[in-house]
């Protein structure tokens, strides 16, 4: 190697390393929430545990948290968002078409939405699975027994392949009995239309705990028939604000892991651990990377809490749902949830 080669390298090699640590360029995205001072997000028309509106309007829910923690992290303010209800049909046109900037509404992360679509799944928020209800005084106690039954089930839903999957396998001969709004879909299994009620297993004690008039009266059955990655997505073409949703909810998952809360947050910026510093804005600024300022994570686990409290809070065992945390626990717990280290 020539000394001018070896020049060469050492300059291509400085300019690499400059490009890697220069602050990141708005998106068109993020100008745009960043214009109208909302962002929009779209939402389940009413999924209780994770999203939906009281009688005043006001919504709450997991996937209602993750639109409150980035709109902190962008606007300072989580309640700087613009909430649209959308029904399972009509959620990918939403984001495709520019209604909505995120979509955090329920949604199984599949190769065919995410290379298909047009839209990025940024995080796995919630790892659920397919099940079944069944009324608790039948005789049906394993999904196994289903052979010939009537089962209600949602339109447009990777809910309705995944059952016709599990009956062609099992040679159950399934009866699907279809409907487009799951409204209508769950009165029908309460008004004794079919014999089992199908959908995610969380969405099932959802369902249970809002609309049956004794929740005892219907059992969840223990198989889960699929894998049902569960969570938010956003437009392909803006890097940026791909970059920012994902994080953010990073953010939230690493915060729990090294012992971040809305209570100690602030005590917590005085902690002489570089990883918290760097999560909170106290040491290291990471934000610049992501066109934000310094405090972008710091701002979202104030507004709606670690992944822990979000999850305690609205799914959890103490909740109305009353889910364990299971897989979705931390990877340090036994758990699937596991983020890249914010550095």
Request: proline share 4%; glycine share 10%; charged share 20%.
């Amino acid at each position: 190697m020539t000394r001018n080669t070896a020049k060469t390298l050492c300059a291509l090699a400085a300019a690499v390393l400059g490009l890697s640590a220069m602050p990141a360029h708005a998106g068109k995205t993020l100008d745009a929430i960043k214009a109208r001072g909302q962002l929009v997000c779209g939402v389940n028309t009413g999924l209780a545990g994770f999203s939906a509106a009281d009688s005043q309007g006001n919504w709450s829910g997991l996937d209602v948290d993750v639109c409150k923690a980035i709109a902190a992290a962008i606007l300072g303010d989580a309640s700087k968002v613009k909430w649209v209800p959308l029904n399972a049909q009509q959620r990918f046109t939403a984001l495709q078409s520019g209604e909505i900037d995120i979509l955090s509404r329920n949604t199984t992360w599949t190769l065919t939405r995410d290379a298909s679509l047009g839209m990025h799944f940024t995080n796995t928020t919630y790892y659920d699975g397919q099940g079944f209800m069944v009324p608790s005084k039948g005789k049906i106690k394993s999904a196994k027994q289903l052979k010939g039954a009537t089962v209600c089930v949602q339109s447009g839903t990777t809910t309705e392949k995944n059952l016709t999957d599990f009956s062609r396998a099992n040679k159950l001969d399934i009866k699907p009995v279809v409907f487009e709004k799951v409204e209508a879909a769950t009165g029908a299994y309460f008004a004794g239309r079919c014999q089992a009620y199908t959908t995610d297993a969380s969405g099932l004690a959802s369902v249970r705990n809002k609309e049956a008039k004794n929740p005892a009266d219907h059992l969840i059955l223990p198989e889960l028939i699929s894998k049902e990655p569960l969570g938010p997505s956003v437009r392909r073409g803006d890097d940026e604000f791909y970059a920012i949703a994902k994080w953010v909810v990073f953010a939230l998952i690493e915060a729990e892991e090294y012992g971040i809360t809305q209570a100690n947050l602030e005590q917590m910026k005085s902690s002489p651990d570089p990883v918290v510093g760097r999560i909170l804005g106290s040491g290291e600024d990471t934000g610049k990377l992501l066109g934000l300022d310094k405090e972008w994570a710091a701002r979202a686990i104030k507004a709606v809490g670690n992944y822990g409290e979000i999850f305690e809070r609205n799914v959890g065992p103490k909740s109305p749902l009353g889910l364990p945390r299971g897989v979705n626990n931390l990877w340090n717990k036994g758990g699937l949830m596991y983020a890249p280290p914010v550095r």
